[in-house]
């Protein structure tokens, strides 16, 4: 999610757009929390990112107990 932001971040500084003005309006942030709630399947919308690091994650001997928390 970090490379994804900062290669968004570096294609607006590229085509002249301030990348530190973008990324302080709340309209990104919500953009990206968005995002991040996407690929870890919070709010039910399939995709294949997900569904990938489900697969990968049950092979893993991982603790599942996540704290959540939304800003």
């Given at each position: 999610m970090v490379e994804a932001t900062e290669s968004v971040l570096n294609a607006f500084e590229k085509n002249k757009i301030d990348p530190d003005?973008?990324?302080s309006k709340p309209e990104f942030k919500i953009l990206v929390h968005l995002l991040?709630?996407?690929i870890d399947n919070e709010v039910g919308i399939p995709n294949e990112l997900s569904d990938k690091i489900d697969t990968l994650s049950e092979?893993?001997?991982l603790d599942n107990a996540v704290n959540k928390?939304?800003?």
């Open positions: 003005t973008v990324a991040k709630t996407i092979n893993l001997d928390t939304l800003h």
